[in-house]
Each structure stands twice: as structure tokens, then as C-alpha cells.
């Protein structure tokens, strides 16, 4: 007998694959439990899912008595819709900038190096929960390894100075070690270990500091560059919408037939995604089932538009999906 588990139940299922830490995984389990229709055809399913999360409320347990000493220091696992790694010389007031954005803690002192390991926060921008990674500052390249280890996992490069000649520094240093900012790869045979990365200049401490901010586009016209503070927390929110624009991710938002959309927990997609996209992040099986689509937003003419699964989305945009 079939379970008929509601488009609802899928899209819990996805937010259950993608969670990160224990307390998300819980969630989203609770959410799947409540969302399985009662009856004779989905009795093995709900037994499976009330065994895992049995399973994870045992391993959330033990988790609260293991220290993170055997974990790799300059590891940090992704959480939320995307990770962004913070670098920079010392003392630009990289941490104190980390510690307004987000709700971790990053040590701040008046000498240099006082971060030593990398430090992750969680920062939310409207209703996404984005990743920052604070680093030890970056001397040079061979001595920043790890830092730079870090960077080529991220989605997204926030670059910290308080002087022009540091953005200098610092763009050689990524150039030196194979890592190309905002622009695409060369198109090379011998690109062995490359990479590229979507990045931002931030200026801290223009509280006190003058920037030449017309010089500074000039010689780098492929980035976003915003002057902020730390101490007064100018620009702070300017900051989140950069960083977020520079991800090129958007938020799409599911509605059942005659229902209010979900606000609270969007599907992240990159930017350029369709319809079929969309009902490939909720399962591969509702993808294959998708008959077409009801857009609401700015990807459409007019509200509740019918259109069919290669139809590009854009943020903010709301669907109903119909399937056979």
C-alpha cells in the first residue's frame, strides 16, 4: 500500500539532508514524523524515521561530552545556505566586525594574532541562515597555508583591510597560491589546483580612516567594495546585502494549492535555476512526477502564471507545484 506523502513532506525531507548539526537534524525529523499520513501503508516508514531519530537523540547525547581536540583545526564544516571565510592582515578588526555579524564569539585584543584557529558564526540575512569563518591573519602564503586551505572550500571570500597597499598584498597572495578572485579560470591546459572564487573588499575602520574609494574601484572594478566599522557598525547591514549578492544564490518559496506560501525555510538555489531545479532539491522523484508550475514574483508577468519546468526563477519568487 503506497504512503501518498504529501509535496510538503518532501520539502522537510530535503531540509532534513541538508541540516548540519544535530539540533537541525531533530527538527526536520520531527517535521517528517508529523507530515507522514497515519496509516496502514506508511507504518514502515514512520517506524524508520522514529528508529533515526532515536538514533540521533542518542548521538546528540555523546556529542555533549567529546571535545573537538582530534578534529583538524583549520577544518570547519559547512552549515547554512553558504560559508563565507573573513581574512586579512592582523589588526584590521576582522574579529570585531565577526563578532557584530554574527551571534559567535572571536577573541579581540590590541595585538596582533589573537586569532589563532579559525572560529565559525552563523549570521542571518532576512530569513537564511549564511555561514562566517573567522581566520588567523594572513602573513604570507607560505606561512597561511591553512587559511588558504580553508579559503578554497568557501563559497565566498570577505577580504578585511584598514589601508589600500593590504588589498595589494593580499591579491598577490591569492594570485601566488593559485586562487583567482571574480573572474573565471583561464582557459589553460596545466590549471592543476585552481581555483576561483567570488570575493569582497570590506574597508573596516572608516569611522577614522579616509579611503580613496574612486582610486580603489578603479584598480579592482570587479569587486564590491564597502567602507564599514566595526565600532560604530556603520554599513553593517550594507555588508549582509553584498554578501549575499555575491553568492548568487536566491530564495524560492513552496505553497500547497489554496495555502499561504512557507516563509520560514526557502529552497537556496543558485541564481540562473528553474522550476526543474527546484523539484530536484525537493526529491528526484517529485522532479520526475513535476507536471508544471504556478509563479508568483518578478520571474513572471502576472501572478500564479502557469509555466513549465525549464521556466527560470528569480528571488523571491513563489511556486506551487503540480504533479502527475
Do not use: C
Request: net charge positive; hydrophobic share 40%; aromatic share 8%.
Amino acid at each position: 500500500m503506497p504512503a501518498n506523502l504529501p509535496p510538503q513532506w518532501f520539502v522537510a525531507e530535503v531540509r532534513y539532508r541538508e541540516a548540519k548539526t544535530f539540533p537541525e537534524k531533530i527538527q526536520a525529523l520531527e517535521e517528517l514524523i508529523r507530515l507522514t499520513p497515519k496509516h496502514k501503508g506508511s507504518e514502515n516508514l514512520l517506524a524508520q524515521l522514529k528508529r533515526r531519530m532515536a538514533k540521533l537523540k542518542e548521538q546528540s547525547e555523546k556529542q555533549r561530552f567529546v571535545g573537538a581536540h582530534g578534529a583538524p583545526v583549520f577544518s570547519v564544516k559547512k552549515e547554512g545556505a553558504a560559508q563565507i571565510v573573513l581574512v586579512g592582515p592582523a589588526n584590521v578588526g576582522k574579529s570585531s566586525l565577526f563578532n557584530n555579524l554574527t551571534a559567535a564569539e572571536s577573541e579581540v585584543a590590541d595585538y596582533p594574532f589573537t586569532t589563532t584557529r579559525p572560529i565559525p558564526g552563523m549570521m542571518r540575512f532576512e530569513n537564511i541562515q549564511l555561514q562566517l569563518v573567522d581566520t588567523p591573519p594572513i602573513v604570507d602564503g607560505e606561512k597561511s597555508g591553512q587559511v588558504f586551505s580553508l579559503i578554497r572550500s568557501a563559497d565566498e571570500i570577505a577580504i578585511i583591510v584598514d589601508s589600500f597597499d593590504q588589498i595589494d598584498f593580499l591579491v598577490k597572495e591569492f594570485d601566488r597560491t593559485g586562487i583567482f578572485l571574480n573572474e573565471k579560470l583561464p582557459d589553460f591546459l596545466d590549471l592543476k589546483g585552481q581555483v576561483s572564487k567570488k570575493a569582497i573588499i570590506v574597508l573596516n575602520k572608516a569611522d577614522i580612516k579616509s579611503f580613496d574609494i574612486e582610486n580603489i574601484s578603479q584598480k579592482y572594478p570587479n569587486f564590491k567594495i564597502i567602507p564599514a566599522s566595526a565600532k560604530t557598525k556603520a554599513n553593517l547591514e550594507l555588508l549582509k546585502q553584498n554578501i549575499f549578492q555575491t553568492l548568487e544564490i536566491i530564495r524560492v518559496y513552496t505553497k500547497s494549492p489554496g495555502k499561504e506560501p512557507n516563509y520560514t525555510q526557502p529552497l537556496v538555489l543558485k541564481k540562473g535555476s528553474t522550476i526543474f531545479d527546484a523539484a530536484i532539491l525537493i526529491h528526484k522523484d517529485f522532479a520526475e512526477k513535476l507536471k508544471f508550475a504556478k509563479v508568483w514574483g518578478n520571474s513572471v508577468e502576472f501572478p500564479g502564471k502557469q509555466v513549465k519546468r525549464e521556466h527560470v526563477l528569480l528571488d523571491g519568487d513563489i511556486v506551487e507545484f503540480h504533479v502527475r
